[in-house]
């Protein structure tokens, strides 16, 4: 057999899921849908679907992570490609995407009921989408030793305490204040912009942005 | 609609393609075969096929790469899934290997002509693999900086000049010779084995070998 043999028509379920990440409330959470229908009826699960004739991967999970959070520029990647989640041998190409929440618009649809829930206080979730959220987790967790992925998490302007309180949700354990301000303005990833935060019962603090609202590796 | 909407059967066909390269006579090679069907009849293209019912991804990789290569105890993992390498929107689950040159044994069939072609002097290929091959080295090249895989791609022992022409094969560049033995050494991913090397006109030479042979990232 030589590797085109086309000898019969063997053609697969595709399908595309999105792990969207947000941190909210001092947590790393993840956007799950529950299902409405068999299998896996009322179970949750990661937000997805098949891919339609036409589709690219990419625009498949571009159209998805708009229909759940009414954004598409934000962070965005492929994560892993899955075969192995359900019984029938399905493929499914998996990304992941990162949200501030002050943006995300979740739809107001009923049926799906989407809702964030924290990474550490999972239900149970269908078709081994456990594995995904794992894998994407890891992935997250690498990814912020060597990138400046957290831009997706947060507005335009923050304060040094909000970026620290969006890496500790990330990682999961909390951080020495001096140490991390002392690392983050190292990296050269983010920039004072003379603005000063106003409200709550602190004094004002420095507002700062990234310098780039795009990945960047360092 | 909701996500599990299961109106029509939408199935796509499925490939596995996999970038194999090695490190010889200097240079960064990867395994090309000659296509013996249209389309793309005559082309040079990556070693690949349709992913088989109840095949997983991997066992798809592993099996191809053991066909061209004899050997599967060696670093393969999963690159990228293409969905626009072909006008009919196949999917294609692209894996990449290294391997030691000395380990494998490519087939004896003339039908597929495999053959080591070096990155920098490629022929042109069949279904955009051309893409697929640069993304596999920029992944490679990423890798090399934070990892052992280089490991894949030598004998159980070396030297650290040969360690160092695989470093000068994968990145194109030449290096320092003093810098790089510092910076190897430093990583801690090697050991000298006490033994020497004998053969060549040089002096003997330390043999070195990897303190891990599995992936392992620094």
Redesign the interface.
């Known amino acids: 057999m030589?590797?085109?043999?086309?000898s019969s028509s063997?053609?697969?379920?595709?399908a595309v899921l999105v792990v969207i990440f947000t941190v909210e409330a001092g947590k790393l959470r993840i956007l799950l849908?529950r299902?409405?229908?068999d299998p896996f009826k009322d179970h949750w699960?990661l937000?997805?679907?098949?891919?339609?004739?036409?589709?690219?991967?990419?625009e498949a999970a571009t159209r998805?992570l708009e229909v759940e959070t009414g954004v598409t520029d934000v962070f965005l990647e492929?994560l892993?490609?899955?075969?192995?989640l359900d019984e029938a041998?399905s493929?499914a190409?998996a990304y992941w995407a990162l949200v501030d929440p002050n943006r995300a618009k979740l739809p107001d649809r009923l049926?799906?009921q989407p809702r964030w829930y924290a990474v550490d206080d999972l239900p149970d979730l269908a078709f081994l989408n456990g594995n995904v959220v794992q894998y994407a987790v890891t992935r997250l967790r690498n990814k912020l030793a060597?990138s400046n992925v957290a831009y997706s998490l947060l507005a335009a302007e923050f304060t040094l305490s909000q970026l620290q309180q969006v890496y500790e949700a990330i990682l999961g354990r909390s951080m020495d204040k001096r140490n991390f301000r002392k690392r983050i303005i190292s990296l050269d990833i983010i920039e004072p912009t003379g603005r000063f935060s106003g409200q709550g019962r602190h004094r004002p603090a420095q507002l700062y942005a990234f310098k780039e609202r795009r990945p960047v590796v360092f």
Do not use: H, K, M, N
Request: aromatic share 10%; glycine share 8%.
């Open positions: 030589t590797p085109d043999a086309s063997i053609e697969r379920l595709v849908i299902r409405s229908a699960s937000p997805g679907g098949r891919l339609l004739p036409a589709d690219s991967l990419a998805r492929q892993y490609t899955f075969s192995d041998g493929i190409a049926e799906w060597y």
